[in-house]
């Protein structure tokens, strides 16, 4: 059974930076493909990044692009979001999910499994 841990969640202010971190147990991490997603109160679960098993493809919702970095080290069995530049718009928790090899896209129901989220609040 595939668990995902996610954290790093915080409170900055705006400007400032995290680094998320997603660690996984239960499977072969080497053969899965990470995304992260972010829910803000009342609103849909949302696509933000997502990175292929061996690390060499990347994707970033248009938001977040040139603002946030995914990365992956294998060897810890840890995916890391890099976030700088943050916005009060990037509050809310966020979420890693796992898919065989390649992301599919950033749409949330296309992943069956999830770790429990971190919360992130961007205030001044």
């Known amino acids: 059974q595939l668990q995902l841990v996610e954290s790093g969640g915080g409170s900055v202010q705006p400007g400032g930076s995290l680094r998320l971190s997603c660690a996984a147990s239960g499977f072969t991490w080497g053969y899965f493909a990470i995304a992260w997603f972010r829910q803000a109160p009342g609103k849909e679960r949302d696509g933000v990044s997502c990175i292929n098993s061996r690390g060499g493809i990347t994707y970033y919702s248009d938001s977040v692009k040139g603002r946030f970095t995914i990365s992956r080290d294998n060897a810890k069995n840890t995916v890391y979001l890099q976030m700088n530049s943050l916005r009060p718009e990037d509050t809310g928790v966020y979420y890693c999910?796992?898919?065989?090899?390649?992301?599919?896209?950033?749409?949330?129901?296309?992943?069956?499994?999830w770790g429990q989220g971190t919360q992130v609040t961007v205030s001044s």
């Open positions: 999910a796992a898919a065989f090899r390649n992301c599919l896209g950033l749409t949330p129901n296309k992943y069956n499994d």
